[in-house]
Nanobody, 121 residues
Framework: QAQLVESGGGLVQAGGSLRLSCLAS????????MAWFRQAPGKEREMVAS????????NYADSVKGRFSISRDYSRNTVDLQMYDLRSEDTRLYYC??????????????WGQGTQVTVSS
């Protein structure tokens, strides 16, 4: 199974951009379904973006469509989340997840520890 480590979080002004990376320190990102989630204290976990192992399917939450983009970087063995036009409501702990290629959609086996994104007004 993959071991996942997130990076790229930090403090950014509203309207700015950040790029989050999820490094698979063990295994290959090309062998798994991958996704980014986010969560704030007292709120439900939310799926932000996902990509199938084949790369033929991508899904995005309505709240981030047109602003966020998920992609794989095979040379670095990462799954990245490019975020544009950030808003205060995007302030969350972001973490990535991976699922076996044979898993049903939405079922994930491995989880990262999270990286904090804070957007100031």
């Amino acid at each position: 199974q993959a071991q996942l480590v997130e990076s790229g979080g930090g403090l950014v002004q509203a309207g700015g951009s950040l790029r989050l990376s999820c490094l698979a320190s063990r295994g290959s990102v090309g062998s798994y379904h991958m996704a980014w989630f986010r969560q704030a204290p007292g709120k439900e976990r939310e799926m932000v973006a996902s990509i199938s192992w084949s790369g033929r399917k991508e899904n995005y939450a309505d709240s981030v469509k047109g602003r966020f983009s998920i992609s794989r970087d095979y040379s670095r063995n990462t799954v990245d989340l490019q975020m544009y036009d950030l808003r205060s409501e995007d302030t969350r702990l972001y973490y990535c997840a991976g699922g076996e290629a044979t898993n049903p959609e939405g079922e994930y086996d491995c989880w990262g520890q999270g990286t904090q994104v804070t957007v100031s007004s």
